[in-house]
């Protein structure tokens, strides 16, 4: 559409003499301001009226005719009435009203299709209103008493809108009467320049008429009788042109004022939507995002209270005359939503900016108590979306870009919170009986928190969300058990509770999110037994020199291994502080720990006993498995399978008759199938049996071991005890 240009109005057209009235004064020549020119964001709504080129047409037909006797122009003009008190007038009145020029969208068309033919020579007639009227006897009915006195331009300007519609039908009707008389044959300019003047009013009736539709929205109150008005023009326009005419005649032709009625209300809602938060974007505020929730709260308001308006005041009005006020305005405001929304979307950047878009398109627009009352109704059709698809799509993947990083940098400063309560060596909480870290509240706050708002937009978003989130504590898991265990806090207590976290997300995360999460089941359970694995390590470490003072001569008169049990108890009290499942996973380790390291001990002692030795060595390896039975039973162990091999092997060492000692080592083999030679080997070297009996165990053992089934997995003993080769077992073995 091309751009409003300037118009220059040409010499102004001289005024029939009228005896009852002053002569008006000439106006000066002036070229029309940017304010008399439609501005360019009217131009995609209202088409221009073309007044400048209609004039200028007039004006060189004007120039060009030759001129006739003042007097007999004047006769012809008088009986036009008192259509213009002057020519001015009513370009002044349509210059005054010029931004809502393009109510008459369809008439330019119109009016451009008046004018003499191409070659043809005009007559000498420039009178500025109409030329001639019809003779008394064809004069048809004029329009009411009260408004003869009145030009159609003072009846407009004072918004007599159905008095001054009346008076230009009445001359319309005129002026089609005297078209069919044929008294315009000869004289063609003639009747353009009337019947332009018809066209010109019924353009400034137009613009009035938007003006009225613009006003409506404006600060002040709802012009009711204006409203009325504005009705009964539009349908009084449409019972006098219900249909265009058979003969083409463009004078009768349907202006369609209905349907630039609905335009005017479409410009009317985009005007007020593109003002809402026009401060904030003017100052360049809509980069930060609280100014971005400050700009869309403002529109959210605006759109709310004119819609309101529209409902209480507006609505009656028009709904009396039959019109669809409310639904009209609705789809107005709707579309003017979405295109601003489309304009904010182009410069939103960042995870904040990018969620208030979608969130408030989702949540706030899309609330049912968005217009604050009830008795709001809504139209039949449904609304189309508020944003079109490849934008919101477009929207939510920008979102989720930025939601990727912004939960890794979340994860990061959770590691750096964790590692700084290391630094400082505070101790860890313990809260309901179980050692606690905030690990877990933080991961579960970070997932919960950015799940929940995804989800408030769409499901399809809240599901990429819960991705992003797995994907990021699955990447953190690793991270934060490599911090933990290469820093200076590695100590039972922190081991514990950062057990209890690892577990309580890995059986909440799955619990609440099965179909997401499942993926995180292998990577948290290995960090919990990597924490595991060096809680016992911390527990070898403490027991590891107790274990050497087993099996001597100082053993043989003292109790040995009460230290041991006392900082197993000591152990177990933290394990107390553990969740169930692996705690009693821990205390089932410790005491397979201290079975197999008590038995890697006795396998290789630093002293051989012989004789009463051996037999008091046998008896107190006998009285050492009952204490360590009994402790672990009492920490709550369940791991009864340990309990036959150190009274195994002790009863193996003491037996006094020889040949019981087969009956011995079968039991150990059938309770312990993971044995292998060596350790049979190792533990008749304590024994000191004869050349002959050895090899019938071995090959006894051998066969046993060679039809034995693999034991349970869990059930590992005597396969992580290794067995030097010594003096005393190669004897054996010969």
């Known amino acids: 559409m091309p751009s409003p240009r300037t118009v220059t109005p040409g010499p102004d057209l001289p005024r029939p003499k009228e005896p009852a009235e002053p002569k008006t004064p000439k106006q000066p020549r002036r070229r029309a301001s940017s304010g008399d020119t439609p501005s360019s964001h009217h131009e995609n709504t209202w088409p221009s009226l073309g007044l400048g080129t209609i004039r200028r047409a007039f004006v060189r037909a004007?120039?060009?005719?030759?001129?006739?006797?003042?007097?007999?122009?004047?006769?012809?003009?008088?009986g036009a009435g008192r259509l213009l008190r002057s020519p001015q007038l009513l370009f002044r009145s349509l210059r005054r009203r010029a931004s809502d020029q393009t109510w008459a969208a369809d008439q330019p068309q119109k009016t451009a299709a008046l004018g003499a033919a191409p070659g043809q020579e005009v007559p000498a007639k420039a009178g500025g209103g109409f030329s001639?009227?019809?003779?008394?006897?064809?004069?048809?009915?004029g329009p009411e008493p009260e408004a003869e006195d009145k030009s159609v331009a003072d009846l407009i300007s004072e918004r007599q809108l159905l008095a001054a519609f009346k008076q230009l039908q009445h001359l319309e009707d005129a002026l089609v009467a005297e078209k069919a008389s044929h008294t315009f044959d000869g004289d063609p300019t003639g009747f353009a320049r009337r019947a332009m003047d018809v066209c010109l009013h019924y353009d400034g009736l137009a613009a009035e008429l938007g003006a009225v539709v613009r006003e409506t929205l404006g600060p002040d109150g709802v012009d009711t009788d204006a409203l009325a008005e504005l009705t009964s023009v539009v349908l009084a326009e449409e019972e006098a042109h219900p249909v265009p005419p058979a003969d083409g005649d463009f004078l009768r032709t349907p202006r369609r004022w209905r349907h630039l009625w609905e335009e005017a209300v479409k410009r009317s809602a985009q005007e007020r939507v593109q003002r809402a938060g026009a401060a904030q974007a003017a100052g360049g505020a809509v980069e930060g995002a609280p100014d971005l929730a400050q700009l869309l709260a403002e529109l959210g308001s605006t759109v709310r209270?004119?819609?309101?308006?529209?409902?209480?005041?507006?609505?009656?009005?028009?709904?009396?005359?039959?019109?669809?006020?409310?639904?009209?305005?609705?789809?107005?405001?709707?579309?003017?939503?979405?295109?601003?929304?489309?304009?904010?979307?182009?410069?939103?950047?960042?995870?904040?900016?990018?969620?208030?878009?979608?969130?408030?398109?989702?949540?706030?627009?899309?609330?049912?108590?968005?217009?604050?009352?009830?008795?709001?109704?809504?139209?039949?059709e449904p609304l189309p979306p508020l944003l079109a698809p490849d934008v919101w799509a477009r929207l939510e993947s920008d979102y989720t870009s930025f939601l990727e990083s912004k939960i890794s940098s979340c994860f990061g400063r959770i590691l750096e919170l964790e590692q700084s309560r290391w630094a400082a060596a505070e101790p860890p909480e313990v809260l309901q009986g179980r050692y606690h870290t905030p690990l877990s509240a933080d991961v579960h706050m970070l997932v919960a928190e950015h799940v929940k708002a995804a989800g408030a937009i769409s499901p399809e978003l809240e599901a990429t969300t819960l991705q992003i989130c797995a994907r990021g504590l699955g990447l953190f898991v690793p991270r934060f058990e490599r911090a933990f265990l290469e820093s200076t806090a590695v100590s039972e207590p922190h081991l514990c509770a950062n057990i209890n976290a690892l577990e309580e997300l890995r059986t909440s995360l799955l619990a609440r999110f099965p179909g997401t999460f499942e993926g995180l089941e292998k990577p948290l359970g290995a960090?919990?037994?990597s924490f595991q694995k060096r809680l016992l390590q911390c527990l070898?470490?403490?027991?590891?020199?107790?274990?050497?003072?087993?099996?001597?001569?100082?053993?043989l008169s003292q109790d040995a291994l009460q230290p041991l049990l006392d900082r197993v108890e000591a152990f177990a009290r933290h394990l107390q502080r553990v969740v169930p499942p692996l705690a009693q996973e821990t205390l089932q380790e410790a005491h397979r720990f201290v079975v197999r390291d008590y038995l890697a001990q006795a396998l290789r002692p630093p002293e051989r006993f012989r004789g009463v030795d051996r037999v008091t060595g046998s008896q107190k390896m006998s009285l050492d498995a009952d204490a360590i039975n009994s402790t672990f039973e009492d920490l709550g162990s369940q791991a009864t399978w340990l309990r036959q091999a150190i009274l195994s092997v002790a009863d193996i060492v003491g037996e006094t008759y020889k040949d019981d000692i087969q009956g011995h080592l079968e039991t150990l083999i059938r309770s312990y199938p993971d044995i292998r030679r060596d350790h049979v080997l190792a533990i008749l070297a304590l024994r000191r049996l004869g050349r002959r009996r050895n090899q019938r165990l071995l090959q006894r053992a051998h066969e046993m071991l060679s039809a034995a089934a693999r034991g349970d997995p869990g059930h590992v003993l005597f396969e992580e005890i290794e067995v030097p080769t010594s003096m005393d077992v190669l004897i054996t073995c010969i």
């Open 305 to 380: 209270r004119d819609l309101q308006k529209v409902q209480r005041e507006a609505q009656p009005v028009y709904a009396a005359a039959g019109f669809p006020a409310w639904e009209v305005y609705l789809r107005a405001f709707h579309a003017a939503v979405a295109q601003r929304l489309q304009e904010l979307a182009q410069g939103a950047h960042g995870c904040e900016q990018l969620y208030l878009l979608l969130d408030w398109a989702a949540n706030v627009y899309g609330s049912p108590d968005f217009l604050g009352t009830p008795d709001l109704a809504l139209p039949a």
């Open 540 to 555: 070898q470490r403490g027991t590891q020199p107790l274990f050497r003072v087993l099996c001597t001569k100082d053993w």
């Open 62 to 78: 004007s120039q060009r005719a030759p001129k006739r006797a003042t007097g007999q122009a004047s006769r012809e003009e008088a």
């Open 132 to 141: 001639r009227q019809v003779s008394a006897g064809r004069e048809p009915k």
């Open 527 to 529: 960090a919990a037994r």
